[in-house]
């Protein structure tokens, strides 16, 4: 979906209030209801948080006015949970509209109008933020008194979700000097670019698009877009009924080495989350854990005792590479020159390349692996030290916003990138696809083995769906939204990212 300016966001409500109409659904009540949702939602994933108060923050304009209808909608659905309303707004000031849901508002409610900090009275110990103070309006600097409430919030370090955008983040470029520090931002109608740019992406957390039917269609294309949910289910959609394990795409693995085991195996189980029809598995020393039954092992240890793969592997890897669609090479695979003519081989067949880890420190030390290529599509799954690697090999221009980086970078070595960090960009060769922020995930997948599983899951996506780049954007979308089942952040394991990942497409397709 494309990103918008907070002028645009302005035309495309206010053409929809015009064709609403004379409906008792205003964009308000659809967008705060949504709201209540996701708040429930996220509160049911995380147990810490269930029992603790929601303590909604409302400013003066609409963005306040969505908290106090959401505070609404949601205490009336769970009554006894503890709610608490500061308003920047006195109720003998509300529009219409605002005064007409908070004279809704249950009795178990409390709600208190204040200025500033010093006003803020019977707060609890913990609890849950729900940030509605400012909106996309906001540009330039905080107010005074704006500021010690957002420094008062932030001071708190409780768990956060912002209402459309992060109070006292530019919607239009993401900048600001005082800023709610959000866990998730719940962006109405249309993604802002302010967002996902600058200050956005250290401050807003993980995004979740509400859809309140805005016809976001007309927003003009700008340089780069974000993958959604609603993009992820259209690539999980019925089979053939006489499809079988060859017609649902055919992956080869090759990755892990005798000091790294573990790698092939976090790859091998992202690829199971998303599954595919056939998954070979090249391995040098079987890892420590089960290999599950559905890999078809290639057992490439020949009793040398060498580190990794080496020539003497190079035939039974090209038999099984000819048969598949995609081949994944890379993780904890190590170095050597044998690995090089090794890739170099693998390149010369017309097939999908996911190139992740190690693979990348390859072609970064041996740049001419990629000349004369006969891929069909190669994606490289670099982090941030293996990006800068590529960028000093093949003189890539860094004095630019990531997105550009990741852009030329694609361009440069006419491959996809999957630029990984808190927000990860995506980006293509080709100048009619445009580059793709992420806006889920989170630095709780900043851990090692967490690459490995993506990698694993961009590249089984990828041999059963014809446009590789929307195969590897879910890849993405899929393993960052895995952290919205994460109960706690601290305790996080990465083997939780595959069993979440089914979770998210178990809710968005049957098949």
Same mark, same amino acid.
């Given at each position: 979906?494309?990103?918008?300016?907070?002028?645009?966001?302005?035309?495309?409500?206010?053409?929809?209030?015009?064709?609403?109409?004379?409906?008792?659904?205003?964009?308000?009540?659809?967008?705060?209801? #949504?709201?209540?949702? %996701?708040?429930?939602?996220?509160?049911?994933?995380?147990?810490?948080? #269930?029992?603790?108060?929601?303590?909604?923050?409302?400013?003066?304009?609409?963005?306040?006015?969505?908290?106090?209808?959401?505070?609404?909608?949601?205490?009336?659905?769970?009554?006894?949970?503890?709610?608490?309303?500061?308003?920047?707004?006195?109720?003998?000031?509300?529009?219409?509209?605002?005064?007409?849901?908070?004279?809704?508002?249950?009795?178990?409610?409390?709600?208190?109008?204040?200025?500033?900090?010093?006003?803020?009275?019977?707060?609890?110990?913990?609890?849950?933020?729900?940030?509605?103070?400012?909106?996309?309006?906001?540009?330039?600097?905080?107010?005074?008194?704006?500021? =010690?409430?957002?420094?008062?919030?932030?001071?708190?370090? %409780?768990?956060?979700?912002?209402?459309?955008?992060?109070?006292?983040?530019?919607?239009?470029?993401?900048?600001?000097?005082?800023?709610?520090?959000?866990?998730?931002?719940? =962006?109405?109608?249309?993604?802002?670019?302010?967002?996902?740019?600058?200050?956005?992406?250290?401050?807003?957390?993980?995004?979740?698009?509400?859809?309140?039917?805005?016809?976001?269609?007309?927003?003009?294309?700008?340089?780069?877009?974000?993958?959604?949910?609603?993009?992820?289910?259209?690539?999980?959609?019925?089979?053939?009924?006489?499809?079988?394990?060859?017609?649902?795409?055919?992956?080869?693995?090759?990755?892990?080495?005798?000091?790294?085991?573990?790698?092939?195996?976090?790859?091998?189980?992202?690829?199971?989350?998303?599954?595919?029809?056939?998954?070979?598995?090249?391995?040098?020393?079987?890892?420590?854990?089960?290999?599950?039954?559905?890999?078809?092992?290639?057992?490439?240890?020949?009793?040398?005792?060498?580190?990794?793969?080496? $020539?003497?592997?190079?035939?039974?890897?090209?038999?099984?590479?000819?048969?598949?669609?995609?081949?994944?090479?890379?993780? &904890?695979?190590?170095?050597?020159?044998? $690995?090089?003519?090794?890739?170099?081989?693998?390149?010369?067949?017309?097939?999908?390349?996911?190139?992740?880890?190690?693979?990348?420190?390859?072609?970064? #030390?041996?740049?001419?692996?990629?000349?004369?290529?006969?891929?069909?599509?190669?994606?490289?799954?670099?982090?941030?030290?293996?990006? =800068?690697?590529?960028?000093?090999?093949?003189?890539?221009?860094?004095?630019?916003?990531?997105?550009?980086?990741?852009?030329?970078?694609?361009?440069?070595?006419?491959?996809?990138?999957?630029?990984?960090?808190?927000?990860?960009?995506?980006?293509?060769?080709?100048?009619?696809?445009?580059?793709?922020?992420?806006?889920?995930?989170?630095?709780?997948?900043?851990?090692? &083995?967490? &690459?490995?599983?993506?990698?694993?899951?961009?590249?089984?996506?990828?041999?059963?769906?014809?446009?590789?780049?929307?195969?590897?954007?879910?890849?993405?979308?899929?393993?960052?939204?895995?952290?919205?089942?994460?109960?706690?952040?601290?305790?996080?394991?990465?083997?939780?990212?595959?069993?979440?990942?089914?979770? =998210?497409?178990?809710?968005?397709?049957?098949?």
């Amino acid at each position: 979906m494309q990103l918008a300016y907070a002028d645009e966001v302005y035309q495309l409500e206010n053409e929809a209030r015009l064709s609403l109409s004379g409906n008792d659904d205003s964009l308000m009540t659809s967008a705060s209801k #949504q709201v209540a949702f %996701f708040i429930e939602k996220h509160l049911s994933a995380r147990p810490s948080l #269930q029992n603790l108060p929601l303590v909604f923050f409302a400013g003066r304009g609409n963005n306040g006015g969505d908290a106090i209808a959401s505070a609404m909608f949601f205490s009336k659905k769970f009554p006894n949970k503890k709610i608490i309303i500061y308003s920047l707004t006195n109720p003998t000031e509300f529009n219409d509209e605002i005064g007409h849901f908070y004279r809704q508002l249950p009795k178990q409610v409390d709600f208190f109008s204040i200025n500033n900090a010093d006003d803020i009275k019977n707060f609890p110990q913990n609890a849950v933020i729900i940030d509605g103070l400012l909106g996309i309006g906001f540009k330039g600097s905080c107010k005074e008194n704006l500021r =010690t409430i957002i420094n008062f919030i932030n001071e708190k370090e %409780f768990f956060t979700i912002a209402i459309d955008i992060p109070s006292g983040l530019n919607a239009n470029d993401g900048s600001g000097e005082t800023i709610i520090r959000a866990d998730i931002t719940l =962006t109405i109608g249309v993604p802002k670019i302010g967002l996902y740019v600058n200050h956005g992406v250290e401050y807003s957390g993980i995004i979740e698009f509400l859809d309140i039917n805005l016809n976001y269609n007309a927003i003009p294309q700008k340089k780069y877009q974000t993958f959604l949910l609603d993009d992820c289910r259209k690539l999980f959609k019925r089979r053939k009924f006489d499809d079988y394990k060859k017609t649902m795409g055919q992956l080869l693995i090759i990755a892990g080495s005798r000091s790294y085991p573990g790698a092939a195996l976090s790859a091998l189980e992202g690829a199971l989350a998303v599954n595919c029809g056939m998954i070979y598995f090249a391995i040098k020393k079987r890892p420590y854990g089960i290999i599950p039954n559905e890999a078809i092992i290639l057992d490439c240890d020949n009793g040398d005792n060498s580190e990794t793969f080496t $020539l003497a592997d190079l035939p039974k890897l090209m038999e099984t590479a000819r048969k598949v669609d995609t081949i994944l090479i890379g993780p &904890g695979l190590q170095t050597n020159s044998d $690995l090089k003519e090794i890739l170099a081989n693998l390149l010369s067949l017309e097939k999908n390349f996911v190139i992740d880890a190690d693979a990348i420190n390859l072609i970064a #030390q041996y740049p001419e692996i990629l000349q004369n290529n006969k891929a069909k599509n190669i994606v490289l799954t670099p982090h941030a030290g293996e990006m =800068t690697r590529l960028a000093e090999t093949f003189n890539i221009a860094e004095n630019c916003n990531q997105i550009d980086f990741a852009k030329n970078a694609a361009l440069k070595l006419n491959t996809y990138i999957v630029l990984k960090g808190a927000k990860t960009i995506t980006a293509s060769p080709n100048d009619s696809e445009v580059a793709n922020i992420s806006g889920v995930g989170s630095y709780a997948l900043g851990k090692g &083995g967490s &690459g490995d599983i993506l990698a694993g899951v961009i590249a089984a996506l990828s041999t059963k769906h014809k446009n590789f780049f929307n195969a590897v954007n879910c890849g993405v979308y899929l393993h960052g939204a895995s952290v919205n089942y994460i109960e706690s952040m601290s305790t996080f394991r990465v083997s939780e990212i595959p069993k979440n990942i089914k979770k =998210t497409i178990g809710e968005i397709s049957p098949f």
